[in-house]
């Protein structure tokens, strides 16, 4: 959700909504933007290692490599979660 979707949702809520109500609404909204770009910001880091890992897999690098590369990538993973 954009800023444009969020000032309509806004506008379209307002006839309803006193102005307490009003405040908790953008909260909401803003935060669900914000946990959508995280969203967005770890698959993208996801799929960046994989395509790295993959790179080097064909490039012929040793297994003890590969291990540890997928390491990275769990641990990776987790700092992202």
Known sequence: MNQEAIHYTMQWMSGWLDNRQMVVLQNTLD???????????????????????ATKRLEGRS???????????????????
């Open 31 to 53: 935060e669900s933007v914000k946990l959508t770009r995280d969203q967005e910001t770890e698959k993208t880091t996801a799929e960046l290692l994989d395509a790295f890992i």
């Open 63 to 81: 297994n003890r490599h590969h291990a540890a590369l997928r390491y990275g990538q769990t641990e990776q993973r987790k700092d992202v979660a």
